[in-house]
């Protein structure tokens, strides 16, 4: 089945500095999608990508949609306390849905 | 709107016992989902449901069944459980999967399972 490789697992990292993670696929997807789960709660939709090379952004955040539609990234600029929490990449093809393991974000303010 | 709405919160289970987990959603969507995620993992998709009568497995459906009879009730069932089944379980909606505007998964709030 499609795997999505996450990285990096685990980042710490001051309050103020940007961040960066990714998401490679050997397959390819029609959507990607970035997710953040807060603890003891369900991921929340932070960006959807819906074409390839598609750049996006939502306020500090920015991602892409990679052109081979194998990857994505997501960058978070200027990192403040609220960020932390675990991230999530998910590539979608028609009715699956695949998720990466997590980027796990800690904030030292 | 509640959102997606989960019950129980928290359970144990013996080995061999069975259990349904409840999932409710009140935004009238045609698209339902649940996915297990263990520590450290991602989300693994188990069964999914395109509208009330249609199910379908997804990554990991074994030990596992769900019915969609209505289209807010998604309900996941355990019939004999097991200790690889010790995981947290989330259920999702979304309006509609094949329109790529209309995807966005909304979740619930999670069922933490121990089987022991």
């Known amino acids: 089945g499609q795997q999505l490789n996450q990285s990096p697992q685990s980042m710490f990292i001051q309050e103020g500095e940007d961040v960066s993670m990714n998401c490679t696929s050997s397959?390819?997807?029609?959507?990607w999608l970035w997710y953040k789960q807060d603890p003891g709660e369900g991921p929340v939709l932070l960006i959807a990508?819906?074409?390839?090379?598609e750049l996006t952004s939502n306020g500090r955040l920015t991602a892409q949609f990679g052109i081979t539609r194998k990857d994505s990234f997501l960058n978070i600029s200027a990192s403040i306390p609220s960020d932390v929490g675990i991230y999530f990449c998910?590539?979608?093809?028609?009715?699956?849905?695949?998720f990466g393991a997590g980027t796990r974000l800690t904030v030292k303010p | 709107n509640a959102g997606v709405t989960q019950t129980p919160k928290f359970r144990i289970l013996k080995i061999g016992q069975s259990m349904t987990l409840q999932c409710t959603q009140d935004?009238?969507?045609?698209?339902m989902y649940w996915y297990r995620q263990d520590p450290g993992m991602g989300l693994k998709l188990i069964y999914y449901?395109?509208?009330?009568?249609?199910?379908d497995k997804g990554e990991v459906p074994n030990g596992y069944n769900v019915s969609r009879s209505t289209t807010e009730d998604f309900p996941l069932r355990l019939e004999l459980a097991a200790p690889s089944q010790t995981s947290v379980y989330f259920c999702?909606?979304?309006?509609?999967?094949?329109?790529?505007?209309?995807?966005?998964?909304?979740f619930g709030p999670g069922t933490r399972l121990t089987v022991l």
């Open positions: 990508l819906y074409k390839a090379g």
């Open positions: 397959s390819i997807f029609n959507t």
């Open positions: 999702a909606s979304s309006y509609d999967q094949r329109e790529a505007s209309s995807n966005e998964q909304f």
């Open positions: 935004m009238n969507h045609n698209y």
């Open positions: 998910a590539g979608q093809l028609s009715n699956d849905m695949r």
């Open positions: 449901s395109v509208g009330a009568g249609i199910t």
